[in-house]
């Protein structure tokens, strides 16, 4: 099946420094991923929309300064913390669709998350 | 926008017993799609189940089915024969139907937590 791998799933970093969390699609084309922000016992919480070749759609509230999404390539998209602070601390989670599946098949592929702590 | 509520933040049940968990939503689109996602303690999400709004029949599969109220909104998950390892958080999500880019977001109720006890 698809597989979806994030990387790295645990970071810990200093305040200001940035931080790029990776995820790809390892045995299919995604053109649209999305990366979500999880704190502890909540919800997922969509952050941006990842288009390949082309800018991220953020969601309402989210800094685009902040979190820098790049999708350079079908199988990668990147999710960099700019100057993080321990606010930022959290659960990262990416998804992928599987590029050119026949319509009606929604089903996103789910990376294993990445854990960051800023200190 | 699409909204998804789960009203219960937990739930128990016992091993080999059946237990519901609940699932409304709100939206405005004709064509879309419900889930249920299943996160266990490694917090991966893993998907349990997935219906097509367009189709009547509730999906099924293996131990898990849903129950679709299209007219009232509501798209409950039944989990029969309950097993230690579905112990998780669970999560309902709705989708647009249409096809391309931002479609296929989806959008998350709060999550029911549901302990399975021996």
């Known amino acids: 099946g698809a597989v979806v791998s994030q990387h790295p799933s645990w970071v810990i970093c200093k305040s200001g420094t940035s931080v790029k969390i990776e995820c790809r699609s390892l045995?299919?084309?995604?053109?649209?991923m999305f990366w979500y922000r999880q704190f502890p016992k909540q919800s997922l919480m969509l952050m941006a929309t990842?288009?390949?070749?082309?800018?991220?759609?953020?969601e309402q509230g989210v800094e685009k300064d902040k979190f820098l999404i790049n999708h350079a390539s079908l199988t990668l998209s990147t999710l960099t913390v700019t100057s993080a602070h321990p606010e930022d601390s959290s659960f990262y989670i990416c998804s992928a669709r599987e590029s050119g599946r026949a319509t009606g098949a929604n089903v996103l592929t789910f990376g294993a998350g990445s854990r960051l702590t800023v200190l | 926008a699409q909204t998804v509520t789960q009203s219960q933040p937990e739930m128990s049940v016992q091993e080999a017993e059946t237990v519901t968990l609940s699932c409304t939503y709100d939206?405005?689109?004709?064509?879309?799609?419900l889930f249920w996602y299943k996160q266990p303690p490694s917090r991966q999400m893993i998907l349990v189940i997935r219906?097509?709004?367009?189709?009547?029949q509730n999906a099924t599969e293996n131990r898990f089915s849903v129950n679709f109220q299209k007219a009232a909104k509501s798209f409950s998950l039944k989990i029969s024969d309950s097993q230690l390892g579905d112990t998780a958080m669970y999560f309902c999500?709705?989708?647009?139907?249409?096809?391309?880019?931002?479609?296929?977001?989806?959008?998350f109720g709060k999550g029911t937590l549901l302990t399975v006890n021996p």
């Open positions: 219906q097509e709004a367009y189709k009547q």
């Open positions: 999500a709705f989708s647009r139907g249409w096809s391309g880019g931002s479609n296929y977001k989806l959008t």
């Open positions: 045995d299919f084309q995604a053109t649209t």
């Open positions: 990842s288009n390949e070749g082309s800018k991220a759609t953020y």
């Open positions: 939206t405005s689109e004709s064509n879309y799609y």
